[in-house]
């Protein structure tokens, strides 16, 4: 079946340790997008990337890289940079204009 | 830059229709869509409007009026499996570029 896959569904890091979450899709689409889900809160766009080999800031990208490789993958990392990296991390690409299909999310803890 | 407003909580009782609102300010704006996110979940697609008045879906309708920037989400013959939080979201436009901001979502508890 097609869809997207994170991993690891929960992730655990000490404190200035770069991470790097894995977000994989064979759905073919072209666009794809990080998220950050805090507590009782929206989603707030991290990066994005529109097609192979280019990507794009969204409105929190400090202290996030990202890279894209292949079309298929959309990896992002969680440098030592950023100040409060504990969230919910949401990948998702893009299914039409006006819909976006997510995967299952990675819940990073720096402790 | 883009704003959206919800109200943080609703709370209905099981058979009942609930209307949950968003307003929005946005340049670029394209179109406005429905999320629907359980506790712990990925959040999953729900309607979308791009011209103003009412899409339905089954037991879901969304409404938009571009003129008030304004939207809602209806819920009719609730159930208990509809309690989860609900994100109104613009699409923005630039270019060929499409991107999502999300309110802060509102939170549907239904009571038996």
């Known amino acids: 079946d097609g869809g997207i896959t994170q991993s690891p569904k929960y992730l655990f890091r000490k404190e200035g340790q770069n991470v790097t979450l894995s977000c994989e899709q064979n759905?073919?689409?072209?666009?794809m997008y990080w998220y950050r889900q805090d507590p009782g809160q929206g989603l707030r766009l991290i990066y994005y990337?529109?097609?192979?080999?280019?990507?794009q800031k969204g409105d929190i990208a400090e202290g996030y890289s990202v890279s894209r490789e292949k079309k298929e993958s959309f990896p992002l990392t969680v440098t030592s940079a950023q100040k409060n990296p504990t969230a919910f991390y949401l990948c998702?690409?893009?299914?039409?204009?006006?819909?976006?299909?997510f995967g299952p999310g990675t819940r990073l803890t720096v402790l | 830059g883009q704003s959206l407003e919800q109200p943080s909580e609703v709370t209905a009782v099981e058979g009942a229709i609930v209307q949950m609102n968003c307003t929005y300010q946005?340049?670029?704006?394209?179109?406005l869509s429905w999320y629907q996110q359980h506790d712990g979940g990925a959040p999953t697609f729900l309607s979308y409007?791009?011209?103003?008045g009412l899409e339905e879906t089954g037991r879901f309708s969304s409404f938009l009026s571009r003129s008030d920037s304004y939207g809602y989400l209806l819920l009719q013959e609730l159930q208990m499996k509809d309690s989860a939080s609900y994100f109104c979201?613009?699409?923005?436009?630039?270019?060929?570029?499409?991107?999502?901001?999300f309110g802060s979502g509102t939170q549907l508890t239904v009571l038996p």
């Open positions: 998702a690409s893009r299914l039409r204009d006006n819909e976006q299909f």
């Open positions: 759905l073919n689409h072209d666009a």
């Open positions: 990337s529109q097609i192979v080999n280019d990507f």
């Open positions: 946005t340049s670029g704006f394209y179109g």
């Open positions: 409007n791009a011209l103003d």
């Open positions: 979201a613009v699409t923005i436009s630039s270019g060929s570029a499409r991107q999502l901001t």
